[in-house]
Structures are given as structure tokens and as C-alpha cells.
Nanobody
Framework: QLQLVESGGGLVQSGGSLRLSCAAS????????IGWFRQAPGKEREGVGC????????KYAKSMKGRSTVSRDNAKNTVYLQMNNLKPEDTGVYFC????????????????????WGQGTQVTVAS
């Protein structure tokens, strides 16, 4: 069983930055593509970005394109989401998710593609 734990959320002023972490443990985490998602109060969950299992390929959804960077350190079994120039509308719970990938260059910003989810970390951006 793959387990994911997010951390790094908190309260930040508009225009500030945060780096979220997603620590993976369990069955060979490095064989999994990882996605980042968020859910604002009263809204559906939406994709933010993703990274393939090797870390060479990333994709970004429109929600934070140009303001976010996904990276991973497979030696530490950790994936990161760096968020810059944060806005109040970025407020929400941020989740990481994993899906087994037998294709090297694969990841998805669609939440239906993922099998394992963390519990999320709250990000609040004050205006």
C-alpha cells in the first residue's frame, strides 16, 4: 500500500510563496507518477500540476500555470509543489496523489487517473 503525506501548508500573504511536500512510503514509490490537486471551499477538486516517475516531465493545469513548479527527489521519496505569487483564490486544501506508471513519460492533471491520495494540507492566502 502506498501512503502519501502532505505538509508545508499554512497562512501566507497575497504575493507570497509556499513549498508543499508530499512524502511517499510503501511499495516502491519511485514507480509512481504524482499529481497535485486542490479544492477550495464549495468548489470541485482541480488539478494543479504533475510529474512523471523519473522527474523529467511535468505538466501544469491552468489554475496555477506559470506560478507553480512540481519537482521530486526520488532519493527522499518526496515530491514538491513550489507556489509563487499566491493569490486569495489559491486558498484551499492541497492534495497529492499517486498512480503506478509503467510508462516513463506519463503524468496527468486529471484526478480520475489517480489511485492513492494523501489527506491534504490547508493553504490560506490572505489579501
Amino acid at each position: 500500500q502506498l501512503q502519501l503525506v502532505e505538509s508545508g501548508g499554512g497562512l501566507v500573504q497575497s504575493g507570497g510563496s509556499l513549498r508543499l511536500s508530499c512524502a511517499a512510503s510503501g511499495i516502491t514509490p519511485n514507480y509512481y507518477a504524482i499529481g497535485w490537486f486542490r479544492q477550495a471551499p464549495g468548489k470541485e477538486r482541480e488539478g494543479v500540476g504533475c510529474i512523471n516517475r523519473g522527474g523529467a516531465m511535468t505538466k501544469y493545469a491552468k489554475s496555477m500555470k506559470g506560478r507553480s513548479t512540481v519537482s521530486r527527489d526520488n532519493a527522499k521519496n518526496t515530491v514538491y509543489l513550489q507556489m509563487n505569487n499566491l493569490k486569495p483564490e489559491d486558498t484551499g486544501v492541497y492534495f497529492c496523489a499517486a498512480v503506478f506508471s509503467n510508462i516513463g513519460n506519463y503524468c496527468s492533471v486529471g484526478d480520475f487517473d489517480y489511485d492513492y491520495w494523501g489527506q491534504g494540507t490547508q493553504v490560506t492566502v490572505a489579501s
